[in-house]
Protein backbone atom coordinates (compact mmCIF):
# COMPACT_ATOMS: atom_id res chain seq x y z
CA UNK A 1 0.00 0.00 0.00
CA UNK A 2 0.81 3.49 -0.84
CA UNK A 3 2.02 6.25 1.49
CA UNK A 4 -0.79 8.22 0.15
CA UNK A 5 -3.17 5.27 0.52
CA UNK A 6 -2.42 5.18 3.77
CA UNK A 7 -2.85 8.64 4.41
CA UNK A 8 -6.11 8.65 2.73
CA UNK A 9 -7.60 5.36 4.44
CA UNK A 10 -6.92 6.84 7.57
CA UNK A 11 -3.46 4.28 8.47
CA UNK A 12 -1.39 6.94 8.21
CA UNK A 13 0.82 7.35 11.60
CA UNK A 14 3.23 9.85 12.93
CA UNK A 15 6.13 9.21 14.97
CA UNK A 16 5.58 10.03 18.52
CA UNK A 17 7.59 13.17 18.73
CA UNK A 18 5.45 14.66 15.79
CA UNK A 19 2.09 13.32 17.16
CA UNK A 20 2.92 15.49 20.35
CA UNK A 21 4.06 18.39 18.31
CA UNK A 22 0.51 18.11 16.59
CA UNK A 23 -1.23 18.02 19.36
CA UNK A 24 0.12 20.36 21.14
CA UNK A 25 -0.51 22.85 19.17
CA UNK A 26 -4.22 21.30 18.08
CA UNK A 27 -4.87 22.30 21.54
CA UNK A 28 -3.31 25.76 21.59
CA UNK A 29 -5.35 26.61 18.65
CA UNK A 30 -8.38 25.55 20.77
CA UNK A 31 -7.68 28.06 23.46
CA UNK A 32 -7.38 30.26 20.82
CA UNK A 33 -10.76 29.81 19.75
CA UNK A 34 -12.18 29.59 22.65
CA UNK A 35 -11.34 32.19 24.64
CA UNK A 36 -13.52 35.84 24.23
CA UNK A 37 -10.07 38.09 24.99
CA UNK A 38 -6.67 38.24 24.23
CA UNK A 39 -4.61 35.08 25.59
CA UNK A 40 -1.31 35.16 26.70
CA UNK A 41 0.69 31.66 25.38
CA UNK A 42 4.25 30.88 26.73
CA UNK A 43 6.11 27.69 25.49
CA UNK A 44 9.36 26.15 26.84
CA UNK A 45 12.49 27.50 25.16
CA UNK A 46 13.87 23.58 26.44
CA UNK A 47 11.35 21.01 26.64
CA UNK A 48 13.14 19.71 29.93
CA UNK A 49 9.52 17.01 30.44
CA UNK A 50 7.83 19.23 33.52
CA UNK A 51 5.76 22.06 31.64
CA UNK A 52 4.28 21.91 27.91
CA UNK A 53 2.87 25.06 28.20
CA UNK A 54 1.62 27.91 30.57
CA UNK A 55 -1.25 30.44 29.88
CA UNK A 56 -2.91 33.29 31.43
CA UNK A 57 -5.38 36.24 30.20
CA UNK A 58 -3.75 39.47 29.22
CA UNK A 59 -2.56 41.14 32.35
CA UNK A 60 -4.19 38.69 34.61
CA UNK A 61 -0.72 36.80 35.91
CA UNK A 62 -2.99 34.24 36.27
CA UNK A 63 -0.75 31.71 35.07
CA UNK A 64 -1.89 27.77 34.50
CA UNK A 65 0.50 25.88 33.56
CA UNK A 66 -0.58 22.58 31.03
CA UNK A 67 0.93 18.70 30.70
CA UNK A 68 -0.22 17.45 27.48
CA UNK A 69 0.08 14.05 26.65
CA UNK A 70 -1.66 12.42 23.74
CA UNK A 71 -2.21 9.15 21.59
CA UNK A 72 -3.83 7.82 18.22
CA UNK A 73 -4.54 4.17 19.90
CA UNK A 74 -7.55 3.09 21.07
CA UNK A 75 -8.04 0.02 23.22
CA UNK A 76 -10.69 -1.97 23.38
CA UNK A 77 -12.63 -0.25 21.47
CA UNK A 78 -13.49 3.16 22.98
CA UNK A 79 -10.77 3.29 25.57
CA UNK A 80 -7.69 5.80 26.11
CA UNK A 81 -4.51 3.72 27.20
CA UNK A 82 -1.07 5.73 27.53
CA UNK A 83 1.85 5.78 29.99
CA UNK A 84 3.74 8.65 30.89
CA UNK A 85 6.91 9.92 33.31
CA UNK A 86 7.00 12.67 35.11
CA UNK A 87 10.33 12.83 36.78
CA UNK A 88 10.24 16.47 37.71
CA UNK A 89 6.69 16.53 38.80
CA UNK A 90 5.81 19.11 41.64
CA UNK A 91 2.23 18.86 42.18
CA UNK A 92 0.78 22.42 42.59
CA UNK A 93 -2.85 23.80 42.16
CA UNK A 94 -2.06 25.77 38.83
CA UNK A 95 -0.65 22.53 37.03
CA UNK A 96 -2.85 20.43 35.04
CA UNK A 97 -2.51 17.08 32.83
CA UNK A 98 -4.61 17.33 29.66
CA UNK A 99 -4.94 14.25 28.27
CA UNK A 100 -6.16 13.89 24.30
CA UNK A 101 -6.75 11.31 21.86
CA UNK A 102 -5.91 12.14 17.94
CA UNK A 103 -8.05 10.93 15.68
CA UNK A 104 -5.87 9.45 12.49
CA UNK A 105 -9.16 9.53 10.32
CA UNK A 106 -10.04 13.36 11.09
CA UNK A 107 -6.31 14.45 11.40
CA UNK A 108 -7.48 16.12 14.41
CA UNK A 109 -8.07 15.91 18.51
CA UNK A 110 -11.45 14.67 19.48
CA UNK A 111 -13.30 15.16 22.08
CA UNK A 112 -13.54 14.75 25.20
CA UNK A 113 -10.33 15.35 27.04
CA UNK A 114 -9.58 14.90 29.97
CA UNK A 115 -8.18 17.64 32.22
CA UNK A 116 -6.76 16.64 35.91
CA UNK A 117 -5.34 18.71 38.01
CA UNK A 118 -1.77 17.79 39.52
CA UNK A 119 -3.11 17.46 42.73
CA UNK A 120 -5.45 14.33 41.89
CA UNK A 121 -3.11 12.75 39.48
CA UNK A 122 -3.14 9.77 42.10
CA UNK A 123 -6.38 9.50 42.20
CA UNK A 124 -6.87 8.89 38.29
CA UNK A 125 -4.00 7.28 36.97
CA UNK A 126 -2.12 4.27 38.48
CA UNK A 127 1.68 4.34 39.27
CA UNK A 128 4.31 1.70 37.72
CA UNK A 129 6.10 -0.04 40.36
CA UNK A 130 9.83 -0.61 40.18
CA UNK A 131 10.49 1.92 37.65
CA UNK A 132 13.72 4.90 38.53
CA UNK A 133 11.70 7.59 37.74
CA UNK A 134 8.28 8.40 38.25
CA UNK A 135 5.90 6.59 35.47
CA UNK A 136 2.23 6.71 35.29
CA UNK A 137 -0.04 4.42 33.16
CA UNK A 138 -3.42 6.86 32.15
CA UNK A 139 -6.64 4.61 30.88
CA UNK A 140 -10.25 6.24 30.57
CA UNK A 141 -13.49 5.34 28.50
CA UNK A 142 -14.29 8.09 26.06
CA UNK A 143 -17.75 7.28 26.27
CA UNK A 144 -19.85 10.24 27.79
CA UNK A 145 -21.78 7.56 30.31
CA UNK A 146 -18.15 6.22 31.55
CA UNK A 147 -18.25 5.71 35.61
CA UNK A 148 -13.94 5.39 35.52
CA UNK A 149 -11.99 7.49 37.87
CA UNK A 150 -11.48 9.98 34.76
CA UNK A 151 -14.91 10.71 34.30
CA UNK A 152 -14.87 13.22 35.93
CA UNK A 153 -12.36 14.80 34.57
CA UNK A 154 -13.94 14.59 30.79
CA UNK A 155 -14.23 18.47 29.23
CA UNK A 156 -15.05 19.37 25.97
CA UNK A 157 -11.91 20.08 23.31
CA UNK A 158 -13.45 23.94 22.92
CA UNK A 159 -14.06 24.19 27.07
CA UNK A 160 -10.75 23.55 27.71
CA UNK A 161 -9.83 27.43 28.27
CA UNK A 162 -13.15 28.23 30.39
CA UNK A 163 -12.51 25.47 32.74
CA UNK A 164 -9.99 27.40 33.88
CA UNK A 165 -11.57 29.11 36.21
CA UNK A 166 -10.18 32.48 34.56
CA UNK A 167 -12.71 35.67 36.08
CA UNK A 168 -13.30 36.30 32.07
CA UNK A 169 -15.64 33.20 30.67
CA UNK A 170 -16.36 32.23 27.24
CA UNK A 171 -20.54 32.50 26.68
CA UNK A 172 -21.51 29.20 27.00
CA UNK A 173 -23.85 29.52 23.92
CA UNK A 174 -20.65 30.94 21.94
CA UNK A 175 -19.51 29.22 18.94
CA UNK A 176 -16.11 29.15 18.77
CA UNK A 177 -13.98 32.07 16.76
CA UNK A 178 -11.12 33.34 16.50
CA UNK A 179 -9.58 36.53 18.50
CA UNK A 180 -9.62 40.26 17.11
CA UNK A 181 -6.73 40.73 18.79
CA UNK A 182 -3.77 40.80 15.92
CA UNK A 183 -0.88 39.10 17.26
CA UNK A 184 -3.26 36.85 18.85
CA UNK A 185 -4.44 36.24 15.41
CA UNK A 186 -1.18 35.78 13.92
CA UNK A 187 -0.09 33.02 16.17
CA UNK A 188 -2.98 31.35 15.30
CA UNK A 189 -2.37 30.85 11.42
CA UNK A 190 0.89 30.20 12.26
CA UNK A 191 0.20 27.51 14.90
CA UNK A 192 -2.55 25.54 12.17
CA UNK A 193 -0.11 25.72 9.49
CA UNK A 194 2.73 24.00 12.30
CA UNK A 195 0.26 21.23 12.91
CA UNK A 196 -0.28 20.66 8.72
CA UNK A 197 2.93 20.61 8.30
CA UNK A 198 3.78 18.21 10.69
CA UNK A 199 0.26 16.36 9.55
CA UNK A 200 1.76 16.38 5.85
CA UNK A 201 5.66 15.19 6.80
CA UNK A 202 7.32 12.13 5.74
CA UNK A 203 9.79 12.55 8.51
CA UNK A 204 12.91 13.66 6.13
CA UNK A 205 11.42 17.92 7.07
CA UNK A 206 12.49 20.00 9.68
CA UNK A 207 10.26 22.75 10.48
CA UNK A 208 12.09 25.32 12.68
CA UNK A 209 10.58 28.85 14.09
CA UNK A 210 12.05 31.89 14.15
CA UNK A 211 13.37 33.69 17.41
CA UNK A 212 12.75 36.24 17.40
CA UNK A 213 9.85 36.76 15.38
CA UNK A 214 10.19 40.22 13.49
CA UNK A 215 11.98 39.53 10.65
CA UNK A 216 9.51 38.21 8.28
CA UNK A 217 10.57 35.11 7.72
CA UNK A 218 8.36 32.91 9.87
CA UNK A 219 9.25 29.32 9.68
CA UNK A 220 12.47 27.23 7.90
CA UNK A 221 12.17 23.64 6.58
CA UNK A 222 15.01 21.77 5.80
CA UNK A 223 15.25 18.42 4.16
CA UNK A 224 17.43 16.08 6.20
CA UNK A 225 18.81 13.82 3.18
CA UNK A 226 19.49 16.74 0.73
CA UNK A 227 20.03 19.97 2.95
CA UNK A 228 18.01 22.20 0.86
CA UNK A 229 15.75 24.72 2.70
CA UNK A 230 12.97 26.73 2.16
CA UNK A 231 11.48 29.56 4.41
CA UNK A 232 8.07 31.21 4.63
CA UNK A 233 6.19 33.70 5.64
CA UNK A 234 2.21 33.03 7.43
CA UNK A 235 -0.26 35.82 6.93
CA UNK A 236 -3.92 35.44 7.75
CA UNK A 237 -6.40 37.81 8.25
CA UNK A 238 -10.15 36.97 9.97
CA UNK A 239 -12.02 40.58 9.35
CA UNK A 240 -13.89 40.62 5.86
CA UNK A 241 -14.97 44.30 4.91
CA UNK A 242 -18.33 44.85 3.08
CA UNK A 243 -16.31 44.94 -0.28
CA UNK A 244 -15.27 40.93 0.66
CA UNK A 245 -11.94 41.75 0.15
CA UNK A 246 -9.04 40.16 2.28
CA UNK A 247 -5.45 41.66 2.43
CA UNK A 248 -1.59 40.95 3.98
CA UNK A 249 0.70 43.38 4.52
CA UNK A 250 4.62 42.57 4.30
CA UNK A 251 6.92 45.17 5.95
CA UNK A 252 9.08 46.46 3.04
CA UNK A 253 12.28 47.12 5.90
CA UNK A 254 12.27 43.14 6.50
CA UNK A 255 11.41 41.75 3.12
CA UNK A 256 14.08 40.27 0.76
CA UNK A 257 12.87 38.02 -1.87
CA UNK A 258 14.53 34.75 -2.93
CA UNK A 259 13.37 31.76 -4.97
CA UNK A 260 13.18 29.82 -1.64
CA UNK A 261 11.50 32.09 0.20
CA UNK A 262 7.19 32.13 0.01
CA UNK A 263 4.65 34.15 1.48
CA UNK A 264 1.23 32.07 2.58
CA UNK A 265 -1.65 34.69 2.77
CA UNK A 266 -4.83 32.87 4.66
CA UNK A 267 -8.60 33.52 5.48
CA UNK A 268 -10.39 32.64 8.58
CA UNK A 269 -13.87 33.49 8.82
CA UNK A 270 -14.63 34.52 11.82
CA UNK A 271 -18.33 34.67 10.82
CA UNK A 272 -19.18 31.83 9.09
CA UNK A 273 -16.80 30.07 11.44
CA UNK A 274 -14.51 28.38 9.24
CA UNK A 275 -11.85 28.33 6.80
CA UNK A 276 -11.92 30.11 3.05
CA UNK A 277 -11.46 26.92 1.33
CA UNK A 278 -8.41 28.81 -0.77
CA UNK A 279 -5.50 29.92 0.01
CA UNK A 280 -2.30 31.27 -1.67
CA UNK A 281 1.50 30.48 -1.64
CA UNK A 282 3.60 32.95 -3.63
CA UNK A 283 7.04 32.48 -3.86
CA UNK A 284 8.70 36.00 -2.85
CA UNK A 285 10.60 37.03 -6.11
CA UNK A 286 6.93 36.97 -7.55
CA UNK A 287 4.98 38.79 -4.32
CA UNK A 288 7.99 41.81 -5.33
CA UNK A 289 6.94 42.16 -8.57
CA UNK A 290 3.09 42.26 -8.16
CA UNK A 291 2.44 43.84 -4.47
CA UNK A 292 1.50 47.24 -4.69
CA UNK A 293 3.31 49.83 -2.47
CA UNK A 294 2.02 51.64 0.42
CA UNK A 295 4.26 53.67 2.73
CA UNK A 296 6.13 50.93 4.69
CA UNK A 297 3.91 47.89 3.04
CA UNK A 298 3.83 45.91 0.34
CA UNK A 299 0.43 45.06 -0.06
CA UNK A 300 -1.49 42.15 -0.57
CA UNK A 301 -5.29 42.42 -1.54
CA UNK A 302 -7.38 40.12 -3.45
CA UNK A 303 -11.17 39.01 -3.60
CA UNK A 304 -12.89 36.02 -2.11
CA UNK A 305 -14.91 35.47 -4.70
CA UNK A 306 -13.61 32.50 -5.99
CA UNK A 307 -15.29 33.08 -9.66
CA UNK A 308 -13.06 36.65 -10.16
CA UNK A 309 -9.08 36.39 -11.24
CA UNK A 310 -6.87 38.69 -10.70
CA UNK A 311 -3.21 38.45 -10.69
CA UNK A 312 -3.35 36.55 -7.62
CA UNK A 313 -5.09 33.72 -8.93
CA UNK A 314 -2.38 32.06 -10.26
CA UNK A 315 -0.78 31.56 -6.87
CA UNK A 316 -4.25 29.90 -5.73
CA UNK A 317 -4.30 26.64 -3.82
CA UNK A 318 -6.96 25.00 -1.94
CA UNK A 319 -5.96 25.43 1.95
CA UNK A 320 -6.13 22.29 3.04
CA UNK A 321 -3.36 21.64 0.69
CA UNK A 322 -1.19 24.64 1.76
CA UNK A 323 1.24 22.62 3.81
CA UNK A 324 2.07 20.24 1.50
CA UNK A 325 2.76 22.84 -1.42
CA UNK A 326 5.57 24.03 0.11
CA UNK A 327 6.76 21.06 1.40
CA UNK A 328 7.04 20.24 -2.62
CA UNK A 329 9.43 23.13 -2.72
CA UNK A 330 12.26 21.14 -0.51
CA UNK A 331 12.33 18.65 -3.43
CA UNK A 332 13.50 21.17 -5.92
CA UNK A 333 17.00 21.30 -6.41
CA UNK A 334 17.51 23.72 -8.56
CA UNK A 335 19.59 25.79 -6.26
CA UNK A 336 22.56 24.87 -4.10
CA UNK A 337 21.79 23.34 -0.66
CA UNK A 338 22.54 24.88 2.69
CA UNK A 339 26.31 24.43 3.64
Known sequence: MTRQTDRESGSWRPGDAQLGWIIENRIDEAYVLSWPGQLETWVP??????????RAPVGSYDFRLDQIKGTASLHSGNQVHLSFDTPALHPRANLNFTFV????????????AWKVPSLDLDRVCTPVPGQRDSRWIFSASRSG??????????????????SNGWSVLPPKAALPGVSAQPLEANAFFKRAFDAAFLQAATGDEVLMAAQPDVFGRHRLAFSKSTGTWASIAVHGGTATPSTELIQANIH??????????????QHYDRRAEQWYPWSWLIP?????????????????????????ANRWTPFRIPTSDAAKAFQATLKRRTLRPAA
Open 252 to 265: MATFVPHPRHFILV
Open 284 to 308: STDFAKLAAGKGAYLLFTTTLNPQR
Open 101 to 112: YFDLATRGTADP
Open 45 to 54: VHDTGGYDRA
Open 145 to 162: MARDRAAKYQVAIRDLAG
